[in-house]
């Protein structure tokens, strides 16, 4: 049927409209309210005050006279064109005049949450390269471009209801899963301060049943060694690599089933081998990739290579070396050009560890039953919004 989505309720048979956007939509300047409330553009969230998200700018009435008023069921399209651009208003507040307000041209012909989700679907943000201007993240959009768009929408408003509905309902249960990550993450937080004894002591505040006594405190050179295995001669066919803080496994093979000769200085390791790596350490995003492999093959020579003694577990030295704030420990040396790590850098790290290595697979065993629930449910929450990414793209028409 024409101008129909792939996807519909079934209990509607009746064709979808086509009108240009400036048939629908009106632009609005409403000014002079500086008494209400300024609201800021997030397109995760809609139209949002800007004191609720941590926005503390100093303005005067005078300022404001000139912004915008945003009412409930407004459109408001602000500068980010690569992300949709279009924030829904559900709340009455005042917005930049660099903004434009759009409304319904007739509110009672259509549900402006339906719009919303429209305006977040990926054919609706792929369409904005049409009518947009300018380069990279600054690209605006052309209000005037935008209303010659033809849009497809149901033409009785109780369809475009059930559509909000719908995804409202979705919106709802990612929101909920979202809330359990967070207390799943917040529990780690917390048991890592709690499991694990404060700078100075030697007893942790939580600790299992059946273990008692002290803590010792020694160097990180007492609890693991520098590894390195020379690569001479030898071709491995698995090209290991740390990936969010997880070694994954790369393969690389030649035409003869070898690694290529390039590859002669990278180092061979074995399971339970500790690497860590320091990055981007000449802006603002310094960040600390530290894994541990579970199975041989080869790793490049600009990763620190750790190998446990003997009463050491290593997933628990793993599990340590996250705890610790290492990039904080090396900046304290004064040396922020650096970008590279070395053992004798961190040799002298202090390190609390129970004696008893059963305590230590204790810990590991918890923390990586926390870590399978907090993997699950990442997992759930992703498939749910490639869920609610699918039907965005087949309960609305592409043009």
Same mark, same amino acid.
């Given at each position: ?5 792939? +996807? ?33 553009? $997030? ?22 006279? $000139? ?20 924030a829904h208003s559900a709340i009455e507040g005042i917005t930049s005049p660099a903004y434009t307000v759009l409304s319904l041209k007739e509110p009672q012909k259509h549900d402006d949450y339906f719009w919303k989700y429209l305006f977040t679907s990926p054919e609706f943000i792929k369409r904005l390269e049409l009518v947009t ?57 917390? +048991? ?23 803590? $010792? ?25 740390? $990936? ?97 790590? +070395? ?24 923390? +990586? ?31």
């Open positions: 049927m024409l101008n129909n989505p792939d +996807s519909r309720f079934k209990e509607y048979d009746v064709n979808w409209s086509m009108l240009p956007a400036s048939d629908i939509f009106m632009v609005e300047t409403d000014k002079g309210h500086p008494e209400l409330p300024v609201l800021s553009a $997030s397109q995760e969230f809609g139209m949002v005050k800007r004191d609720n998200i941590g926005i503390n700018m100093q303005y005067s009435k005078q300022n404001v006279a $000139s912004y915008k008023r945003v009412q409930p069921g407004r459109f408001v399209i602000h500068l980010r064109s690569f992300q949709g651009g279009f201007y300018g380069i990279r993240d600054g690209r605006s959009i052309s209000v005037e471009d935008f209303f010659e768009l033809p849009f497809c929408y149901p033409s009785t408003p109780e369809e475009q209801q059930e559509i909000a509905q719908f995804f409202s309902r979705l919106d709802t249960l990612i929101a909920a899963e979202d809330k359990k990550l967070a207390k799943l993450k917040n529990m780690k937080a917390a +048991s890592l301060e709690k499991m694990f004894p404060k700078q100075g002591e030697t007893v942790p505040q939580v600790r299992f049943k059946g273990f008692s006594g002290e803590w $010792s405190i020694g160097k990180l050179s007492d609890m693991a060694g520098y590894y390195r295995h020379s690569n001479e001669n030898v071709h491995h066919q698995n090209l290991l690599s740390l $990936s969010y803080g997880k070694i994954v496994r790369k393969n690389i093979k030649s035409k003869k089933g070898l690694l290529p000769a390039s590859f002669d200085t990278y180092q061979v390791i074995k399971e339970n081998i500790i690497v860590l790596r320091f990055t981007d350490l000449q802006n603002d995003h310094k960040s600390l990739r530290v894994g541990i492999s579970k199975e041989e093959g080869i790793i490049s020579p600009a990763y620190v290579c750790l190998e446990c003694k003997d009463n050491i577990v290593p997933d628990y030295l793993y599990l340590l070396l996250h705890f610790y704030d290492l990039c904080k420990v090396f900046y304290s040396m004064g040396d922020g050009m650096r970008q590279t790590l +070395s053992y004798s850098d961190i040799k002298d790290l202090a390190i609390q560890i129970p004696n008893d290595p059963k305590e230590q697979e204790k810990i590991v065993s918890f923390f +990586s039953r926390l870590d399978i629930l907090i993997s699950a449910q990442e997992l759930k929450i992703c498939k749910l919004r490639s869920l609610k990414k699918s039907f965005l793209e087949k309960m609305f028409v592409s043009q």
